[in-house]
């Protein structure tokens, strides 16, 4: 302790040139982040070393998407000097608890595809795989909400104003990337057609790495991201020829790039300046990765036995082009032998299959920007359309038939040719990877039956799933350290590193001692939240209610409206006094909308507007309160999640992918409200579905109400409480002077063809709810259940994940010595 105290202070002076004296949080937190990273540097490069020694095969993880949140706290449980270091900055005359709060989240994704990547990235270095994440530092994460009348405001999230003290800057290792130009086209001394693409702008890419370490096992991984620096500086001529300002303003523009993370979840943007991003992350990955490779190899057909590469989603499919073109034009391969490589080495994840999220672009903008990729993209096309082809008019066709081949190969296409003639990244990414899953049972088979189902029949083995997981070390250890020590005082602490020991809680589920202690631990967290709302928002909360959670990315098909319509009914119920066995509770919201998402925003609105009415009407407040939890992100899912009661997980059936937000209330010990959907259909299976509330239509239930035409004024006519609801959400029940305000939310249901479902799910939803409302009443029963869920989620470890992504697509092997706990 004494030395982390020493160089604690030491950084104060040294690094950050502040007298010890004056007892500033801020730098405090600095010198102890810096002191932290003393720690990890020298494992780091250990871990870099011996990767290189040992030949081992890599994976790397393109992500265009990272949500780490704070680090502070999980590197020091990590590396095991929490205590140590809580002790340390008490003598030092602060609260450890107080340090970490001046840490800026790393919000640098819109949601659970980002948190996912960085559970990922903890569990290959508590795994010990030789992994790298890569993406982009932008230097604006998601934008940070603030909730003004009830709407939200987004602001700007400069997270590097004050310096990050995790991540190194390596200024001197910087990659050219190129736009633009053109391509000409020459002839081999073998006759053959080559092409040398001359780039009209360059930018330069400037890795900024951040150590990610495993749990108590020496080894420490690489998440590199690239920061986009101007190449003017370095073009003397420029300055030169005088034009010093113009030479500026171009410096600005190049390095906009790495500026902003686009803030749309799910949604497709299509915009120039975002194809940039892929393109410049894409690139400079490739040439980093390249590089490493060439350092132990010549012979590039070796490199599918040394690299393994994750596209997480299609946002890096653009690597598949950027490898060709490099071993086609730089390597001088034949366009087989390129290709064979090139699907050896890729695998693609894809993360939804909402129709508007699967991105294209525009032919017209890729001849333009990457002109060879494009050039490239038509020709792995092309030579796919006559393997299409051929294997249609094979024998052993099966269910294809060669009469609809027209048909087939339009679909198959990597070309769209309407509404304007577009490439399909989803299908480049398909079909130059040798394998693609999905994130939960459901979702691979709707991938295969639906949305994917021609490349199912091209290549059957390809499409595989890996359900998603979460890591124990934040989601548990480090966010919820009251249960986490009764957990460990009865079975150890080996639970954080092997998640399925939990199983081991189950037998004291049956033990009323143990109960106690485990509502102890709810009820603490539920304090700590409160004391938290009431410093942030100068709201009491009541820790005797139920505490009722929905807190995730606002979408319609996530349905915080269902939840609103459940909130507004028990209000009304409560107001006319039909509700004397009513469970008091207390409903949360929380998320970001997409900024230009106008039906989400509204959603937002209406809740707050909700919430308004109710927390004031004194009739129904003391049973009934509705908090909307401002600027959702991942410290404060660290906060809320532990002291929830009910999960909310009530998306239309078939619509969630996984989600991972349900496996993390789980494991905290909270019952789950859902229906039939993503990884929420394999927890109820793991757990038991009689421990969940399980409700709703299932998705074949909802393909044939749709096929056979659904009605939504048939649900609203035909039930009174929904209608009221409606009714006094489209008047100005919630928005006193604005009439109209909400209705945009109502017609979307009543006439808009409630694309989601909301209506058909209403009733079924209320019967679920308060079937939660008599169970709580029963605590001895409720924490019993809540103990059985927590000790059944074993599976949902991304440990589980991981591991399966390495021997089934990656082919790697943990580094010697790291598989069981420490390293060397
Ligand atoms: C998402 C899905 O919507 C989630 O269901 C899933 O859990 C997550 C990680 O696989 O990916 N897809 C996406 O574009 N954003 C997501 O959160």
New binding site residues.
Partial sequence: MEGLKKDVIRHVVSSLGSDYASKSAYNYYNALALAVRDRLIDNWIKTQRSYYDEKAKRVYYLSLEYLPGKSLMNNLHCLGIYETARKAMSDLGFSLEDLAEQEWDAGLG???????ASCFLDSMATLGIPGYGYGIRYDYGIFHQVIEDGKQVEQADNWMRVGNPWAYERGQHLFPVRFFGEVKNWTDEYGRLRHTWTAGDTVLAMPCDMLVPGWDNHHVINMRLWSARSDVEFDLDFFNTGNYLGAVEEKIFDEKISKVLYPS??IEEGRELRLKQQYFFVTATIQDILRRFRKKHQDMTELPQSVAIQLN?THPAIAIAELMRILLDEDLLDWEVAWDICVSTFAY?N??I?PE?LETWPVSLLERMLPRHMQIIYEINARFLREVERVARSEDCGQLCHRDLDHLKQRVSLIQERPIKSVRMAHLAIIGSHSVNG??AL?TELLKARVFDDFQRLYPQKINNKT?GVTPRRWLWSANQPLSRLIASHIGTGFVRNLDELTQLEPLAADPAFREAWRAAKLENKQRLQAYIKRKLMRELHTEHLFDVHIK?IHEYKRQVLNLLHVVTAYNRLRHGQAADFTPRTVFFGGKAAPSYFMAKRIIHAINAVAATVNADSRVNDKLQVVYLPNYCVSQAERVIPATELSEQI?TAGM?????GNMKFALNGALTIGTWD??TIEMAQAIGPELLFIFGMREDELVSLRQHGYNPMLYYHGDEELREALDMLRSDAFSPGQHGLFAPLVDNLLHGGDRFFVLADYRQYLGAQQDVGRLYLDQEEWTRRSILNAARMGFFSSDRAISQYAREIWDVAPMAGLQNGKGA
Avoid: F, I, K, W
């Fill in positions: 819109n949601g659970g595809l980002g948190r996912l979840d799910q989603d994840t993360h939804t909402l999220a994130v939960a979702h998603n990315r998306s969630e992918a996984s989600g991972t993503g990884a």
